[in-house]
């Protein structure tokens, strides 16, 4: 056989030492211990404990106060301020009440100082929108002034409004004399024309009714 050859290499069982039958198991071997206690501090916490009274010892005795609790009781309330008592209401003959402050039953609101009055923040939005329709305006007659546009008077829209609606009229009855079978081309090219035209005037009428102020641009 080799030297060098392993042990468990060869036949049969390694060959290893039997454990001592006086190094068996013993119960609770295997649980964490726990440091052992120090006298100290037993002593320690033992100190922290009062110590019981002797039997020898007695309370103080024959402390008295001087101070007359029912003259001190009578004149406080003699001289203090008697409580109001809070209003209520009763609503049913079983005698259900309630605080009458926080009913709604009471004016509370209408007593104060600014009521009524328009609140700061209000006034504050109120002048800013005003400041932005000016400057607004401000801009849109510059602009016009630039671009030399003129604005429609009350009766130059109305009189426009109602050439439109007139000349409508006119397309739209020139539209219902159409024969009913389109079968040509001029035909179905007269038709959409028609189509077409009463289109815009419905627009153009649409942007009139909707605007109040006009502008055109003069030539």
């Known amino acids: 056989m080799e030297e060098n050859r392993a042990p468990w290499k060869t036949m049969g069982p390694a060959k290893n030492e039997v454990p ?22 037993g002593r320690k916490r033992l100190l922290t404990i009062p ?18 609790f029912i003259n001190t009781n009578a004149a406080n309330v003699i001289m203090g301020v008697a409580k109001k008592p809070q209003p209520i209401c009763v609503d049913t003959r ?8 926080t009913s709604g039953l009471v004016p509370k609101y209408i007593n104060k100082k600014d009521y009524g009055l328009t609140p700061k923040y209000v006034i504050k939005r109120n002048e800013e929108v005003k400041r932005a329709q000016e400057e607004y305006d401000a801009y849109v007659k510059e602009t016009l002034r630039q671009k030399a546009m003129k604005r429609l008077s009350d ?9 439109l609606k007139k000349n409508w009229e006119e397309v739209h009855h020139e539209f219902q004399g159409l024969s009913v079978e389109i079968d040509t081309l001029p035909k179905k090219i007269h038709k959409e024309r028609l189509e077409s035209q009463m289109k815009q005037l419905e627009h153009d009428i649409n942007i009139i009714e909707k605007h109040k102020i006009i502008y055109i641009a003069n030539k």
């Not at 006086?22 to 052992?36: A, R």
């Not at 110590?51 to 007359?68: A, E, Y």
């Not at 079983?94 to 402050?101: C, V």
């Open 94 to 101: 079983q005698g259900n009440k309630y605080l009458l402050e």
């Open 155 to 163: 009766e130059e829209r109305e009189s426009l409004l109602q050439g």
């Open 51 to 68: 110590s019981v009274p002797h039997v020898k010892d007695h309370p103080l005795m024959g402390i008295q106060s001087k101070k007359n």
């Open 20 to 41: 001592s039958p006086k190094k068996f198991l013993l119960k609770h071997s295997k649980e964490p211990k726990l440091p052992d206690r120090k006298r100290d501090e």
